[in-house]
T-cell receptor, first 117, second 114 residues
Framework: NAGVTQTPKFRVLKTGQSMTLLCAQD?????MYWYRQDPGMGLRLIHY???????AKGEVPDGYNVSRLKKQNFLLGLESAAPSQTSVYFC????????????????FGPGTRLLVL | AQKITQTQPGMFVQEKEAVTLDCTYD???????LFWYKQPSSGEMIFLIY??????QNATEGRYSLNFQKARKSANLVISASQLGDSAMYFC???????????FGAGTRLAVHP
């Protein structure tokens, strides 16, 4: 049971290049999320998905696109990378909310460190 | 909108002593959930503890407990008997706007000294 995995672990891009970050989970979770972490700012939500074929914008969606064609995978795309997108990217997943709980634990991948020159 | 404030950028504690990491929150939702995560230097995010707004008792998980004071809108993390391996960044987070989305605080860096 691998949990949440992310590829690649580290990438260097030049300004204007494109790339796709892949997130995979094997826990059959409905919800998946992409966050970015910048120094001193905690994690901020980029996009999220509440099920296969669905996506929605989070707090900082500009410059990113996402797709969830399969339940277990959530892809984050950068069409034209900018230095401001230098960050650590985390994927997370969680199960559906159950009736007696307000929140369910999110399980995180190991992160992808992206440097845009 | 929900907001999390962690006012302690850094804390240090002697090994085997207890330490409290502060977290205050702001929300207009009557029901909400609060989480604490640990991020060691290796970078992964590790879930520690959860408290629901309607939970009658403060949450505990091993050496971790959550001092939940609803009227003061605070959800402080207490680590008892600190260990060297507790040295890490600690993030408080609140459920925001449905679909289990989290809003994170800026974090507190804890250093445990021998």
């Amino acid at each position: 049971n691998a949990g949440v995995t992310q590829t690649p672990k580290f990438r260097v891009l030049k300004t204007g290049q494109s790339m796709t970050l892949l997130c995979a989970q094997d826990m059959n979770h409905e919800y998946m999320y992409w966050y970015r972490q910048d120094p001193g700012m905690g994690l901020r939500l980029i996009h999220y998905s509440v099920g296969e074929g669905t996506t929605a914008k989070g707090e900082v969606p500009d410059g990113y696109n996402v797709s969830r064609l399969k339940k277990q995978n959530f892809l984050l795309g950068l069409e034209s990378a900018a230095p401001s997108q230098t960050s650590v990217y985390f994927c997370a997943s969680s199960q559906l909310l159950v009736q007696h709980r307000v929140g369910e634990t999110q399980y995180f991948g190991p992160g992808t460190r992206l440097l845009v020159l | 909108a929900q907001k999390i404030t962690q006012t302690q950028p850094g804390m240090f504690v002697q090994e085997k002593e207890a330490v409290t990491l502060d977290c205050t929150y702001d929300t207009s939702d009557p029901s909400y959930g609060l989480f604490w995560y640990k991020q060691p230097s290796s970078g992964e995010m590790i879930f520690l503890i959860y408290q629901g707004s309607y939970d009658q008792q403060n949450a505990t998980e091993g050496r971790y407990s959550l001092n939940f004071q609803k009227a003061r809108k605070s959800a402080n993390l207490v680590i008892s008997a600190s260990q060297l391996g507790d040295s890490a960044m600690y993030f408080c987070a609140i459920i925001s706007g449905g679909y289990n989305k989290l809003i994170f605080g800026a974090g507190t860096r804890l250093a445990v000294h021998p």
